[in-house]
């Protein structure tokens, strides 16, 4: 079946460090998107991107986090300078289209760690 | 900000129980998703509801979602040891808007 896969699992970095979080998207979806989770909170939206372009994405989002599609198959989210309090679950989700039939499929999260 | 609340917030139970929970919002969503997640692991989609009112079912899963638009109910028979974890509904607002707003979340346990 089918699925999304994030790498590494764990990244432990150091405070003010850059880090990119690396993920392949399901083959034929066509959106994609980072979410993110601090522990024991609820899942948060942070962008979505669809056809080379970022469509959405929340205050979260701001100068320091960037997403890019370099191929085509891996999606990228780079945070540039990280802070203590980007320390979360990282999760990368696909869906193919909306209101045919499919929803989002996540991913197995990347646990980023800043200390 | 568009909220979704779920209740309850946990639920213990015996095996072999039923389970409902829930979802509201003020605001209306065009779709509704539940998701279940273990710990340490991403989302598992479960059900995905695109119409109001439309009741829909996965094995021992069944959900619907509210004519209003506004909530969805996800229901689990006879429970089993491996359905324990956290449930999240999810809603889309906008189609052509892919922004996902989860929910606060349903902790299930079962109790031996």
């Known amino acids: 079946e089918p699925e999304v896969t994030q790498t590494p699992s764990h990244q432990v970095t150091q405070m003010g460090q850059e880090v990119i979080l690396r993920c392949v998207p399901i083959?034929?979806?066509?959106?994609f998107y980072w979410y993110r989770q601090i522990l024991g909170q609820k899942v948060e939206f942070l962008v979505s991107?669809?056809?080379?372009?970022?469509s959405e994405k929340s205050e979260i989002f701001d100068d320091q986090f960037s997403v890019e599609r370099p191929d085509g198959s891996n999606f990228t989210l780079k945070i540039r300078s990280t802070k203590l309090e980007d320390s979360a679950m990282y999760f990368c989700a696909s869906s193919e289209r909306w209101g045919q039939g499919g929803g989002a499929f996540f991913g197995q999260g990347t646990r980023l760690t800043v200390v | 900000g568009q909220q979704l609340n779920q209740s309850p917030q946990s639920m213990f139970i015996q095996e072999g129980e039923d389970v409902s929970m829930n979802c509201t919002s003020s605001?209306?969503?065009?779709?509704w998703l539940w998701y279940k997640q273990d710990p340490g692991e991403g989302p598992v989609l479960l059900i995905a509801l695109y119409k109001a009112g439309e009741l829909t079912s996965n094995g021992r899963l069944t959900a619907q979602f509210g004519i209003t638009r506004k909530d969805s109910f996800l229901n689990i028979s006879a429970s089993i040891p491996s359905d324990v974890g956290i449930y999240f509904c999810?809603?889309?607002?906008?189609?052509?808007?892919?922004?996902?707003?989860f929910g606060t979340g349903t902790r299930l346990t079962i109790i031996p």
């Open positions: 991107f669809y056809n080379n372009e970022i």
């Open positions: 083959s034929n979806h066509l959106y």
């Open positions: 605001s209306i969503f065009n779709t």
């Open positions: 999810a809603g889309l607002r906008d189609f052509g808007n892919e922004k996902l707003t």
